[in-house]
């Protein structure tokens, strides 16, 4: 019954970890996800999420079994 | 169609003769093909950059490219497209993106790959952390535009 949230890039070396387990029962949307996991206000546009590997926005759902990503924005190419 | 994530140098002039040689068909129906390679470059933002690594996100970005890529063939008459991206430790001077195009004619060529390697530079998930010559790490924080 968990969550696996992941962090790249500049915010995983911010946040100084690369993930963390949440219990699903706990947490509705990204928004939750990010403020349990964090315990921080969510950056103004600095933080793009994805929810399954695909992108998705912070009042996403979640439930049991997601894999939730937080990271910049992309700068590959 | 296909997507590689490279660890590694990688040739990208090598990359498209295999690709031709394993499609042999292709030459014939394909009266265009459109190439772009990207390298890192020594400069940026003003400062001498002495090595680069290229983070992604596993399964991800396969998975976006191959958005990307559906994108593309939807919009324009693709007939086959070619994706190399490199990851890990770059140097300057190496190539970090191949983007080929196939297509019968010129203006789906051109319109396809172009569009293939815009929206990878928003959407696909990479990261480059430079390391500069004066040996300070820092993170590149957005992408150039690609349109003026």
Known sequence: ?77 | MTIKLMHHLFDPWRELSEYVRREPELARCAGAQCVFVGTMREMNQGAQVAHMMLEYYPGMTERELEKITQEARERWAVLESLIVHRVGEITPGEPIVLVAVWAVHRGDAFDACRYLMEVLKTRAPFWKKETLTSQEARWVIENSRGYA
Not at chain 1, 3 to 8: A, T
Not at chain 1, 27 to 53: F, K, S, Y
Not at chain 1, 58 to 77: N, R
């Open chain 1, 1 to 77: 019954m968990t969550i696996r949230v992941l962090y790249f890039a500049s915010l995983k070396e911010r946040l100084g970890r690369v993930e963390d387990h949440l219990d699903a029962y706990a947490v509705r949307d990204v928004q939750e996800v990010w403020h349990r996991a964090t315990g921080t206000p969510i950056p103004d546009g600095l933080v793009l999420v994805a929810v399954n590997q695909q992108y998705a926005t912070f009042d996403t759902p979640v439930s049991d079994g997601d894999e939730v990503a937080f990271f910049p924005p992309v700068t590959g190419g």
